[in-house]
Nanobody, 122 residues
Framework: VQLQAFGGGLVQAGGSLRLSCAAS????????MGWFRQTPGEGREFVGA????????VYASSVKGRFTISRDIGQNTVYLQMNSLKPEDTAVYYC????????????????WGQGTEVTVSS
């Protein structure tokens, strides 16, 4: 499975941005997708995850109510809609995938995309 994340950029505080993560290769409905983010000198932080069907979603408390994860199964793409962005949301965002598990634990994710950088200016 190969993952490619894109859509990052520079946005002002209070603005919105949508990240996309396209999956290719041995994709299937049991591929659960997660989003993580990382700032310099820090470990990766869980942002949210979605089940293979898209029917179940979990979020970190820091983004709940502001971020929304959705997926287009036909396009093998997962989206992270980020609204009401704050400077503390500035990070490199990664998408990841794991089979048959909705989890916040980074160590369970088997596949990772390259990061896409999000910068929120105050």
């Amino acid at each position: 499975v190969q993952l490619q994340a894109f859509g990052g950029g520079l946005v002002q505080a209070g603005g919105s941005l949508r990240l996309s993560c396209a999956a290719s290769g041995r994709t299937a409905s049991n591929l659960f997708m997660g989003w993580f983010r990382q700032t310099p000198g820090e470990g990766r932080e869980f942002v949210g995850a979605v089940s293979g069907s898209g029917g179940s979603v979990v979020y970190a408390s820091s983004v709940k109510g502001r971020f929304t994860i959705s997926r287009d199964i036909g396009q093998n793409t997962v989206y992270l809609q980020m609204n009401s962005l704050k400077p503390e949301d500035t990070a490199v965002y990664y998408c990841a995938a794991v089979r048959d598990l909705l989890t916040m634990q980074e160590s369970f994710y088997q596949y990772w995309g390259q990061g896409t950088e999000v910068t929120v200016s105050s």
